[in-house]
T-cell receptor, first 112, second 113 residues
């Protein structure tokens, strides 16, 4: 029972590089989200999706892109990495509004 | 908009002590309320939830009661263990309208032997 799977677990990037954080869920959930977690800031929503082909911005979307071509996958793209994007990133999914949110194990990203 | 306020940590306790982590919320209507726990190096996972007023969620010895009159969902445990050391997040999920859940900033719990 995989749940929400994120890759990679750890990544070091140089400023200006681009990369994609992968996220996949096998629970047929419509709702998927990306959060970043920084010390003292709690969880901040980057982007979210309410179904395949539908995405929207969260609280801190600048510097990130998403797409949702299938129900299962929700990749997060960093377009040109900056040190301010050093963080822990979590992908999450849920079946419907009001239901339990399932989180991936996190991706630790360092931008130097 | 919706908001969740939880007590700042860290909360430091000795093993077998009583735990309370306060959580209050602001929302319209009757949101669903959750406590999530994050162990070191891991993602958040559901600890317990309540979907309507006066409901009590419970799991692993933890409890929280949905109090509409005080807009609160305080987390309690009668006797904590070292293995309970983690960060605890209070969250609400609105009903109707917004799809976006709201999380508190998290409270770190440290339990000493």
């Amino acid at each position: 029972n995989a749940g929400v799977t994120q890759t990679p677990k750890f990544q070091v990037l140089k400023t200006g590089q681009s990369m994609t954080l992968q996220c996949a869920q096998d629970m047929n959930h419509e709702y998927m989200s990306w959060y970043r977690q920084d010390p003292g800031m709690g969880l901040r929503l980057i982007h979210y999706s309410v179904g395949a082909g539908i995405t929207d911005q969260g609280e801190v979307p600048n510097g990130y892109n998403v797409s949702r071509s299938t129900t299962e996958d929700f990749p997060l793209r960093l377009l040109s990495a900056a040190p301010s994007q050093t963080s822990v990133y979590f992908c999450a999914s849920r079946r419907d509004v009001g239901n339990t949110i399932y989180f991936g194990e996190g991706s630790w990203l360092t931008v130097v | 908009g919706d908001s969740v306020t939880q007590m700042e940590g860290p909360v430091t306790l000795s093993e077998e002590a009583f735990l309370t982590i306060n959580c209050t919320y602001t929302a319209t209507g009757y949101p669903s309320l959750f406590w999530y726990v994050q162990y070191p190096g891991e993602g958040l996972q559901l600890l317990l939830k309540a979907t309507k007023a006066d409901d009590k969620g419970s799991n692993k010895g933890f409890e929280a009661t949905y109090r509409k009159e005080t807009t609160s969902f305080h987390l309690e445990k009668g006797s904590v263990q070292v293995s309970d050391s983690a960060v605890y997040f209070c969250a609400l999920s609105p009903v109707g309208g917004s799809y976006i859940p709201t999380f508190g900033r998290g409270t770190s719990l440290i339990v000493h032997p």
